[in-house]
């Protein structure tokens, strides 16, 4: 039982490139969660998918989209990555329900020079 | 807008101190707290939460957390900090009447615990 696994651990990108963060989870969990966490700025909630075929914007969605492509993967993509997109992101997933915690993967660092 | 606050940015303690972090929340109605911990290096683990119930909660490694609701707050304590505590820790807050779980973290408090 991996609990939430995320590829790749680091990624060096160029202003402009685009790629495809992916996750995933096998403990059948219904809800799934993109972060980024900044210095001094916690984490904050980028997109995230209640339940497989939906997926809605959360706090900070704009330069990112994402795929729930089935129920136990959910992947972000940056389309024309820009350094301000210089984080590290973090997916989390959970039980459907508000009274559940959330178990997170291990983060992707990414640098967009 | 939700909002929770963490006061206390860094902290640096000795080992066998006493630790007790602040977080604040600041909206109404009943709501889901969390307080979270990442140990360097690592992602985050839960640490310890609140539904309902005893406001004075228990979780791993000898941590606990007493939910004041008049003062809107959620402060995590240890009695006697060890070296191996050192780590950042985020309080999280889930408002109930959303349906569905969307977290709202506080911007962490760095831990350094030495030996």
């Known amino acids: 039982n991996a609990g939430v696994t995320q590829t790749p651990k680091f990624q060096v990108l160029k202003t402009g490139q685009s790629m495809t963060l992916q996750c995933a989870q096998d403990?059948?969990?219904?809800?799934m969660y993109w972060y980024r966490q900044d210095p001094g700025m916690g984490l904050r909630l980028i997109y995230y998918?209640?339940?497989?075929?939906?997926?809605d914007k959360g706090e900070v969605p704009n330069g990112y989209n994402v795929s729930r492509l089935n129920k136990r993967e959910f992947s972000l993509r940056l389309e024309s990555a820009a350094p301000s997109q210089t984080s590290v992101y973090f997916c989390?997933?959970?039980?459907?329900?508000?009274?559940?915690?959330?178990?997170f993967g291990p983060g992707t660092r990414l640098t967009v020079t | 807008a939700q909002s929770v606050s963490q006061h206390n940015h860094h902290v640096i303690l000795s080992e066998a101190a006493s630790l007790e972090l602040g977080c604040n929340y600041s909206?109404?109605?009943?709501?889901?707290l969390f307080w979270y911990v990442q140990y360097p290096g690592q992602h985050l683990q839960l640490l310890l939460k609140y539904f309902s119930g005893d406001p004075l909660v228990k979780g791993i490694k000898g941590f606990e957390a007493e939910f004041i609701k008049s003062k809107f707050s959620f402060n995590l304590r240890k009695p006697s900090v060890q070296w191996s505590d050192t780590a950042e820790y985020f309080c999280?807050?889930?408002?109930?009447?959303?349906?569905?779980?969307?977290?709202?973290f506080g911007t962490g408090t760095r831990l350094l615990v030495s030996p």
């Open positions: 998918s209640a339940s497989e075929g939906t997926t």
């Open positions: 989390a997933s959970s039980v459907a329900g508000t009274r559940y915690e959330q178990y």
């Open positions: 403990m059948n969990h219904n809800s």
């Open positions: 999280a807050v889930n408002r109930m009447n959303t349906g569905f779980q969307k977290l709202v």
């Open positions: 909206y109404g109605g009943t709501v889901n």
